[in-house]
């Protein structure tokens, strides 16, 4: 079965307070949903169109269960503080195998 992830790239941090927020029950509700953090804040080089942006990537053992993850209340929790506080694409991607 193929893993699922959760990509983030944050164009802009509007509030640190909301984010700080989000980041303390984002991490709750992505462990609860069987998630792993694989990147986080570490160095990014942009090419092409690309933005050197704070940049988050968190693995799913499934496409479903990182789709489940995402409607959880747990998360609905995190994204209602982080409310405006970032801009950010956050997608979530099926793996190859």
Do not use: C, H, P
Not at 2 to 14: D, T
Not at 34 to 52: K, N, P, T
Request: no cysteine; charged share 30%.
């Amino acid at each position: 079965m193929a893993k699922g992830y959760w990509v983030s790239n944050y164009r802009a941090i509007l509030d640190t307070d909301k984010l700080e927020a989000y980041n303390v029950l984002a991490a709750r509700a992505v462990a609860a949903g069987g998630g792993r953090l694989l990147s986080r804040d570490g160095r990014v080089a942009a090419y092409e169109a690309g933005i050197s942006e704070r940049t988050i990537v968190i693995e799913f053992e499934s496409f479903e269960q990182a789709i489940a993850a995402r409607e959880s209340a747990a998360y609905q929790e995190a994204l209602a503080a982080l409310g405006d506080g970032v801009e950010r694409d956050f997608r979530i991607v099926e793996g190859l195998d």
